[in-house]
């Protein structure tokens, strides 16, 4: 049997049993995020509260810019967000258990556009807390596995194709942006800081950054190979329909082993959310195993109203959706090769054919901004006790956690907050939460050192860290060491107190 039979990809029916259901255990995954998280974040009492947004894209001529929404057709209310939240999760986990699967291409294609359309609609309205490129990701990826089929016929041939352009994106994207940017990547020290500053550590984190130089060289090399050399070869087994036998259908799938443990290491060392638990997901598309998942082989005669093994109304929609990708690709394809190459770019409002990529400069030292409050009423000799953040670091004797594949939304905007010119007003509105002790604000954090009651004053300030080296962690007990003290913010209160 050969990886690809014209129309069928008769060899992938285990990748597609990996690619539908892992991507659905990650729209799971996001829709439990969402339900923790953005009403706090972004309801209607949030940092940035959703329906000013949806005012203003209902009053201002600009607002046609927002992304497709079910809330600018129907009021968002929190408890509307919520029992989307819930619909999405019940679909997911449906998909996840394979009953979908079980009925024709047309139900999993339901519960897929559903997810996609639904996790859009929270994405549209997220504003910084969902400007993630992995949430482009997800929503790209949802879209596709929406055309993979059931059981009942094996996967489309254009569909796993364009499952291999969408790696291919995101890992030479990732590569070239690489390339273009920080000279760190290209004088191979990069990695020599990056376990340190990145956004948010894991509990291997600290093990990796104490490696020798010439290992932190070597896994910048080995990174370049996987994003710029080995995403090439995802589409050799496309040869297997000129040139018989089995080699290249085993290209692909050692260019999807390499791509799938490079993605490994990042997950045991890092918390990037989704985004490598996705690419391993999606690389598993160049996997073609005969026989294994796989329907039983359609008859020599296919019956007038089958091509291949598939229906010929399900082969004209999954066609379709090949020639509408061919078209929306082309700006993709040009951004890959342009000199200011876009990183995490949507060209249309679907959010469809993106361009991807990460990291490509690498901060040098990590600044932490410290929350701080006290119930003194003279703030200049009060004591001061920190919030605890339930990611990022903060108490310099705890072990980092790993939460990848789960997003911490403020944790990781907290990251970012050193690096703008100035506050963002969410950070402004945040330590408001905190004077009033917001009981859901509260509940985004690991620790309130104030147990519920309300602080007289907060304030927030900046410390530099690093990673404590063996000796210093044998002799303190320490996995960090933080220096140099600076005001960020504060101390500010609320009026009356």
Known sequence: MEAMDGFAAVDFGFAREVLQRGIAALY??????????????????????????????????????????????????????AALCWAGIAVAAAVVCG??????????????????????????????????GWEMLLLEAGFLAAFLGSAAEPPPTVVIVLLWWLVFRLEFGAGMIKIRGGREWRDLTALTFHHETQPMPGPLSRQAHLLPRWFHKGEVLGNHFAQLVVPWFL???????????????????????????????????????????????????????????????PPRQDPPWTIDGMPLPWLLVTSAVGVLYLVLSWPAVRNLFARRQLMNASFNRWQLANAYGAFGTVTKERIEIVVEGTTDVDPDGATWQEYEFKGKPGDVRRIPRQFAPYHLRLDWLMWFLPLGRSLEDWFTMFLLRLLEADAA?????????????????????????????????????VRWVRDRRRPVMGPVSLRGR
């Not at 995954?29 to 339900?35: E, I, K």
């Not at 949030?46 to 947004?53: S, V």
């Not at 639904?118 to 993630?132: A, E, K, L, R």
């Not at 985004?444 to 410390?463: K, M, N, T």
């Open 28 to 81: 799971l995954v996001a829709f439990v995020s969402t339900l923790n998280q953005f009403r706090p974040l972004l309801g209607e009492h949030g940092l940035l509260p959703a329906p000013e947004l949806l005012h203003w894209a209902r009053t201002s001529p600009r607002g046609r810019l927002l992304h497709p929404t079910l809330f600018r057709h129907v009021e968002y209310t929190d408890r509307r967000l």
């Open 99 to 132: 009953i979908p699967q079980l009925f024709t291409p047309w139900a999993p294609m339901a519960c897929f556009l559903a997810l996609w359309l639904g996790y859009m609609s929270v994405v549209s309205i997220g504003q910084t807390f969902y400007g993630f």
């Open 235 to 297: 589409f050799a087994p496309l040869l297997g329909l000129w040139v018989p036998g089995p080699v290249p259908a085993s290209i692909g799938a050692v260019a999807a082993g390499i791509v799938i443990a490079t993605q490994l290491w990042l997950i045991v060392t890092g918390n990037f959310a989704w985004l490598n638990w996705a690419t391993v997901v999606l690389a598993f598309s160049a996997v073609g195993l005969p026989g294994i998942g796989s329907p039983v082989a």
């Open 441 to 477: 604000t509260l509940r985004l954090l690991a620790a309130d050192p104030f147990s519920g009651e309300r602080p007289r004053w907060v304030r927030a300030v900046s410390y530099r860290y690093r990673f404590a080296t063996r000796e210093e962690l044998k002799a303190d007990g």
